[in-house]
Structure formats: structure tokens, C-alpha cells
């Protein structure tokens, strides 16, 4: 899974959860910027009730802690770093699937894909890195 939908590929990320690097870096952005913390202060991979839940879930439940406190995301912009698979397929399908998730238009919704020119881990295909800034409003 990335950004919410299952892509096919014959690689996978192997997590704790669902495994879905791009709404993790979502969730953290989302509690980083109310000063919240990260997803493993909320949802320890120790706690076994979170062993393969999906990152929407998480996604969701993150949102509910932001609203708590009056807050709300504006808008959402990430990047997806991995050589493959490539994402251009999927973008729009992520950002429906996001921004549905997050009751948000898509249009609020930016997903952009690179690669690392065949640098480092994510350059190896060894793994998948995802970075998110988010805005978020009272």
C-alpha cells in the first residue's frame, strides 16, 4: 500500500502496520505541526493491536486527534522517493483516497514522485522514503 490504495508490484514494504510510508510521513506532518508528536508515540509498533492496521485508519484517527483540539489540515503536500515503482499511474487515486480520507478536496491534495538517481537505499530499491508538510488551521 502507498498513499491509501494497493499498488501492484513485486516488491513490498514490510512494517509493523500496512506498511504505507507515504500516510505515515502524512500523520507526522499532521501531528508535527500541532506539536503532537510522531505516529509511535500515538500507535507504538510494541502495541500489537496496531500489527497490520491500515495507514488509513491511522490517518483517520490522527485527523480526530487534530480536530480535538480545533485544528484542521488545509492542505497536504508530499513526495514519494523510490525508483519504483513509478507513481505517475497512481497519483490521482492516492489524492482522492487521501483527501476523502481527511473530508478535503482533492485539489488540497499534492502528491509528487523522484527518484535518487540510483543513490543510497532508496536508489537500490531497498526501501521507499516519503517526506509531507502540511497546513494546518484553527
Given amino acids: 500500500f502507498l498513499g491509501g490504495i494497493e499498488i501492484d508490484h513485486h516488491k513490498g514494504l514490510a ?3 500496512d506498511a504505507d510510508v507515504l500516510l505515515h510521513a502524512l500523520c507526522d506532518a499532521m501531528l ?7 505516529i509511535g508515540h500515538h500507535f507504538p509498533p510494541s502495541d500489537n493491536q496496531y500489527k497490520g492496521i ?3 485508519e491511522l490517518l483517520k484517527r490522527v485527523d480526530r486527534l487534530l480536530q480535538e483540539d480545533d485544528w484542521a489540515v488545509v492542505n497536504a503536500d508530499m513526495t514519494v522517493i523510490c525508483e519504483e515503482p513509478k507513481l505517475a499511474p497512481y497519483v490521482d487515486r492516492m489524492r482522492a483516497k487521501i483527501a476523502d480520507t481527511l473530508m478535503l478536496q482533492p485539489e488540497q491534495i499534492s502528491i509528487k514522485a523522484t527518484t535518487s538517481e540510483k543513490l543510497g537505499y532508496t ?4 526501501g521507499i522514503a ?9
Avoid at 536508489?123 to 531497498?126: L, W
Avoid at 516519503?130 to 484553527?138: C, D, N, Q, T
Fill in 15 to 17: 512494517g509493523h502496520s
Fill in 32 to 38: 508535527g505541526a500541532v506539536a503532537k508528536g510522531d
Fill in 123 to 126: 536508489g537500490r530499491g531497498e
Fill in 54 to 56: 491500515s495507514s488509513l
Fill in 130 to 138: 516519503a517526506m509531507a508538510v502540511v497546513l494546518v488551521e484553527k
